[in-house]
């Protein structure tokens, strides 16, 4: 039996840094090709990061760590879609362009990996965000 196709789509973008909501929220330009562009707000896929209003110290640095991202690469992004969420957003795994960044490490697995975010992929109850969590453990 034949196993079915992933429905992905890689697309390149741009972003400016103030167009960043939050640490797992910004705003993109698409280049759909043939001069057609495309604005539209993108949710890090399997991420999700404290809200902005909770005013906590994590949340502040999950998207100042975005915005870094996305000025280290000039705005310049490449984004795997993994469809929309319930909001209408693109889910998306987001890498620099690969001129100035290391193409290899998505902003999602770094934010991830420093202990910025929850990993969360939308199956099963959202686990309450407790920065306490978040923090690396050392010993």
Not at 56 to 64: C, G, H, I, P, V
Not at 81 to 100: A, I
């Amino acid at each position: 039996m034949a196993k079915a196709k992933e429905n992905l789509f890689y697309y390149k973008a741009t972003a400016k840094p103030e167009d960043v909501y939050d640490g797992d929220t910004f705003r993109v330009e698409l280049d759909l090709g043939f001069r057609i562009k495309y604005v539209t707000p993108v949710r890090l896929y399997g991420v999700n990061a404290a809200e902005m209003k909770d005013k906590s110290d994590l949340a502040k640095q999950a998207k100042t760590k975005l915005i870094d991202f996305i000025q280290k690469n000039k705005g310049k992004l490449i984004i795997k879609s993994h469809g929309l969420d319930k909001y209408g957003r693109f889910l998306g795994e987001v890498w620099g362009d690969g001129e100035t960044s290391d193409i290899n490490a998505s902003v999602n697995r770094q934010l991830i990996n420093e202990g910025l975010v929850l990993e969360y992929y939308g199956i099963g109850k959202k686990e309450e965000f407790d920065p306490s969590k978040q923090l690396k453990n050392d010993t």
